[in-house]
């Protein structure tokens, strides 16, 4: 057929591709339809599930070559509706597009033209695209999967949410930040398809943005997840999901060792729900059967490894005498992170993470998520969009840019402390080293067997008291005190002082808190200048 405009004449035929998959499996409590995180290695990623738009997928040159009107129009994007056409798989109503009568829901169409204005210019067409009727598919699309041609953890952490295109129509090599606190809809039936999930709306910006889409989308393709939920801190994250998958009256099982604000939400917000609480050795086994057969379980939660002892669960054992009574598995992975471990394909159902430490990476943003199947997600992403806690898209932004270092800082950071750990067990001013890739390390068979490295924090009890071990930690010139980890920059606290001053040295000593205990997060800087630094200091002593 003829083109419409001279466009048309200047571009071939768009490429479109479909939004990020959204569920359809768990009401959205406010929206009705939303996008999601969903990365599923063996998916086409071509296909979009349920109701959606399709995005047009724009030659490198065209958007340089719309009016300025047009660029005007496009230069801020909601919910990535530049130039895009409607689909609906329902039948549609009086008031659908031409683009959504074009689906037929019992058989497939193709679709003829459609021509796109911008402004009062009418710029593209598209000629000849088949659909069905289950999944809006463009013809010849090749439905690329990330494992065709992305072969490591790296290349995944740096392109999966991105190199295969997201819901924000851009040639642009890095993915814009949209900054909006709201989605408009162009009329009022646009509005009520969307609450009767024919069309797909972020709606509010609590309840998702497409920044913050793409990361998700990269962080299940790392962990192998349906589904990943991103918020604004670690604590928000495992917060979140305790109040959403826990009843009231429940009980949960968790371990000796862990990050004491998570303890102190364990201990006293969630008994004001009525939820207990069994507390056992990371390494008891024989405890948690006993709990499991004796109590009505819903959640076996901890860390691994663990903080600041860097202890370490049998994930693959504890998944499976959890799932034996129904009871969920989550593991707070940050220490580890994706790279080193992957916990959901050990058995558990969901894994959390602080993405202010190393996926971030770089000291400046704060975050969380949880990943999993789409129909434990979904659940916790209805309540966290009633408690709030969203992640500002520009955070998000960070943690996309600070991932695709995540391979080079982790394989650096492992390198370091692993190296690091073996010279401060041999130093004559050191009693004991924790960490996992040490022989010594009470789980470190179990580590070699379920980790690919051990990570980038050693903790170590120095030779002497409070104040000796405090001179330690003044003398070091490289490291920053301070109470993270994680980062491009090493950072080294006390815990005693940084994490537990509030408490008596015996009640610090009841969770192994030792006046002289260090914890030390290795950075990537080189590895001689850490050495001299760490080795100058404990000569001070």
Same mark, same amino acid.
């Given at each position: 057929?003829?083109?419409?405009?001279?466009?048309?004449?200047?571009?071939?035929?768009?490429?479109?591709?479909?939004?990020?998959?959204?569920?359809?499996?768990?009401?959205?409590?406010?929206?009705?339809?939303?996008?999601?995180?969903?990365?599923?290695?063996?998916?086409?990623?071509?296909?979009?599930?349920?109701?959606?738009?399709?995005?047009?997928?724009?030659?490198?040159?065209?958007?340089?070559?719309?009016?300025?009107?047009?660029?005007?129009?496009?230069?801020?994007?909601?919910?990535?509706?530049?130039?895009?056409?409607?689909?609906?798989?329902?039948?549609?109503?009086?008031?659908?597009?031409?683009?959504?009568?074009?689906?037929?829901?019992?058989?497939?169409?193709?679709?003829?033209?459609?021509?796109?204005?911008?402004?009062?210019?009418?710029?593209?067409?598209?000629?000849?695209?088949?659909?069905?009727?289950?999944?809006?598919?463009?013809?010849?699309?090749?439905?690329?999967?990330?494992?065709?041609?992305?072969?490591?953890?790296?290349?995944?952490?740096?392109?999966?949410?991105?190199?295969?295109?997201?819901?924000?129509?851009?040639?642009?090599?890095?993915?814009?930040?949209?900054?909006?606190?709201?989605?408009?809809?162009?009329?009022?039936?646009?509005?009520?398809?969307?609450?009767?999930?024919?069309?797909?709306?972020?709606?509010?910006?609590?309840?998702?943005?497409?920044? #913050?889409? !793409?990361?998700? @989308?990269? *962080?299940?393709?790392?962990? +192998?997840?349906?589904? =990943?939920? &991103?918020?604004?801190?670690? /604590?928000?994250?495992?917060?979140?999901?305790?109040?959403?998958?826990?009843?009231?009256?429940?009980?949960?099982?968790?371990?000796?060792?862990?990050?004491?604000? #998570?303890? !102190?939400?364990? @201990?006293? *917000?969630?008994?004001?729900? +009525?939820?207990?609480? =069994?507390? &056992?050795?990371?390494?008891? /086994?024989?405890?948690?059967?006993?709990?499991?057969?004796?109590?009505?379980?819903?959640?076996?939660?901890?860390?691994?490894?663990?903080?600041?002892?860097?202890?370490?669960?049998?994930?693959?054992?504890?998944?499976?005498?959890?799932?034996?009574?129904?009871?969920?598995?989550?593991?707070?992975?940050?220490?580890?992170?994706?790279?080193?471990?992957?916990?959901?394909?050990?058995?558990?159902?969901?894994?959390?993470?602080?993405?202010?430490?190393?996926?971030?990476?770089?000291?400046?943003?704060?975050?969380?998520?949880?990943?999993?199947?789409?129909?434990?997600?979904?659940?916790?992403?209805?309540?966290?969009?009633?408690?709030?806690?969203?992640?500002?898209?520009?955070?998000?932004?960070?943690?996309?840019?600070?991932?695709?270092?995540?391979?080079?800082?982790?394989?650096?950071?492992?390198?370091?402390?692993?190296?690091?750990?073996?010279?401060?067990?041999?130093?004559?001013?050191?009693?004991?080293?924790?960490?996992?890739?040490?022989?010594?390390?009470?789980?470190?068979?179990?580590?070699?067997?379920?980790?690919?490295?051990?990570?980038?924090?050693?903790?170590?009890?120095?030779?002497?008291?409070?104040?000796?071990?405090?001179?330690?930690?003044?003398?070091?010139?490289?490291?920053?005190?301070?109470?993270?980890?994680?980062?491009?920059?090493?950072?080294?606290?006390?815990?005693?002082?940084?994490?537990?001053?509030?408490?008596?040295?015996?009640?610090?000593?009841?969770?192994?808190?030792?006046?002289?205990?260090?914890?030390?997060?290795?950075?990537?800087?080189?590895?001689?200048?850490?050495?001299?630094?760490?080795?100058?200091?404990?000569?001070?002593?």
């Amino acid at each position: 057929m003829a083109a419409v405009s001279s466009y048309a004449r200047a571009f071939p035929s768009f490429e479109c591709r479909s939004e990020p998959d959204f569920s359809g499996s768990l009401p959205h409590p406010k929206a009705g339809v939303r996008f999601s995180g969903k990365y599923n290695s063996g998916s086409n990623r071509s296909q979009v599930y349920g109701l959606s738009s399709l995005i047009f997928r724009f030659p490198p040159n065209f958007v340089r070559q719309l009016s300025i009107k047009a660029r005007r129009n496009c230069s801020n994007i909601g919910v990535a509706q530049v130039v895009a056409a409607s689909w609906s798989n329902n039948q549609a109503g009086p008031e659908f597009t031409p683009a959504a009568n074009a689906v037929d829901s019992s058989a497939s169409a193709a679709v003829t033209s459609i021509g796109i204005t911008a402004g009062d210019e009418e710029v593209a067409v598209v000629e000849n695209a088949d659909c069905n009727d289950q999944n809006v598919q463009i013809k010849g699309s090749t439905g690329v999967k990330y494992a065709s041609f992305l072969n490591s953890d790296g290349s995944v952490a740096i392109h999966a949410g991105e190199r295969l295109g997201r819901g924000i129509v851009t040639d642009a090599i890095t993915t814009p930040v949209v900054n909006t606190s709201a989605y408009f809809f162009n009329k009022t039936s646009d509005l009520i398809d969307f609450k009767e999930k024919r069309r797909a709306s972020f709606e509010y910006g609590r309840y998702g943005n497409p920044t #913050t889409v !793409v990361l998700e @989308e990269k *962080i299940s393709a790392l962990e +192998g997840a349906e589904s =990943t939920l &991103i918020v604004a801190s670690g /604590m928000c994250a495992s917060t979140v999901m305790f109040l959403a998958l826990v009843p009231a009256g429940g009980h949960i099982v968790t371990t000796t060792d862990c990050y004491r604000k #998570t303890r !102190v939400f364990i @201990e006293t *917000i969630l008994p004001k729900m +009525g939820i207990t609480a =069994t507390v &056992i050795d990371p390494a008891d /086994m024989g405890t948690l059967e006993l709990t499991l057969n004796q109590k009505k379980v819903d959640l076996f939660f901890t860390e691994s490894p663990t903080n600041p002892f860097l202890r370490c669960v049998d994930i693959e054992l504890v998944s499976k005498l959890c799932r034996e009574k129904g009871a969920l598995v989550c593991i707070d992975g940050t220490f580890a992170t994706p790279l080193n471990q992957k916990a959901l394909a050990l058995g558990a159902d969901l894994v959390v993470h602080s993405a202010t430490k190393f996926l971030g990476g770089h000291n400046d943003v704060l975050a969380g998520c949880i990943s999993g199947p789409e129909k434990l997600v979904s659940v916790i992403r209805n309540l966290h969009h009633i408690l709030g806690g969203a992640l500002n898209p520009n955070a998000a932004y960070l943690i996309i840019r600070g991932m695709k270092t995540l391979h080079l800082r982790v394989q650096q950071q492992n390198s370091t402390a692993l190296r690091m750990a073996e010279i401060l067990e041999a130093h004559p001013k050191v009693k004991h080293v924790y960490y996992p890739g040490l022989p010594s390390h009470p789980e470190y068979h179990l580590a070699k067997k379920q980790m690919t490295g051990f990570g980038g924090v050693v903790s170590f009890e120095v030779d002497g008291d409070l104040l000796t071990t405090a001179k330690f930690v003044d003398a070091l010139r490289i490291p920053y005190i301070a109470p993270s980890f994680g980062g491009c920059e090493s950072i080294v606290d006390q815990p005693a002082i940084m994490s537990y001053w509030d408490l008596s040295q015996s009640d610090r000593a009841k969770y192994g808190i030792l006046d002289n205990l260090v914890r030390f997060s290795f950075g990537v800087e080189d590895f001689d200048d850490v050495k001299a630094d760490v080795l100058q200091a404990l000569d001070s002593i």
